[in-house]
């Protein structure tokens, strides 16, 4: 089992940076990838950035390259998204999420097994 935790979101002007921080807790992170996403209300939940176990290779959503910058530290066994000149169209509640152990580098939901509470990100204009 993994729990995760999502945390650093907030209220924010337009062109403003949030952190959002992701700590794990369980088996084998340092062989899941993590991923984030977000989700808009009457919207689906969408992908926004994933790093593979091994870090390496990012991937990002087209709305967010250039803005947004995931890392992982797997001696914290925690995953971060920096994000900068923030829109409020970015505004979500952001989740992330952890593949099995070993897997690819899922850019759809149905690609992760374990999702955290999700924290609110609010970008006002």
């Known amino acids: 089992q993994v729990q995760l935790v999502e945390s650093g979101g907030g209220l924010v002007q337009a062109g403003g940076s949030l952190r959002l921080s992701c700590a794990a807790s369980g088996r084998a992170f340092s062989t899941r990838t993590m991923g984030w996403f977000r989700q808009a209300p009457g919207n689906e939940r969408e992908f926004v950035s994933a790093?593979?176990?091994?870090?390496?290779?990012?991937y990002y959503a087209t709305s967010v390259k250039g803005r947004f910058t995931i890392s992982r530290d797997n001696t914290k066994n925690t995953v971060y998204l920096q994000m900068n000149s923030l829109k409020p169209e970015d505004t979500a509640v952001y989740y992330c999420?952890?593949?099995?152990?070993?897997?690819?580098?899922?850019?759809?939901?149905?690609?992760?097994?374990?999702w955290g509470q999700g924290t609110q990100v609010t970008v006002s204009s």
């Open positions: 790093i593979p176990w091994g870090g390496g290779d990012t």
């Open positions: 999420g952890a593949t099995q152990p070993g897997r690819g580098t899922p850019m759809t939901s149905t690609g992760y097994v374990y």
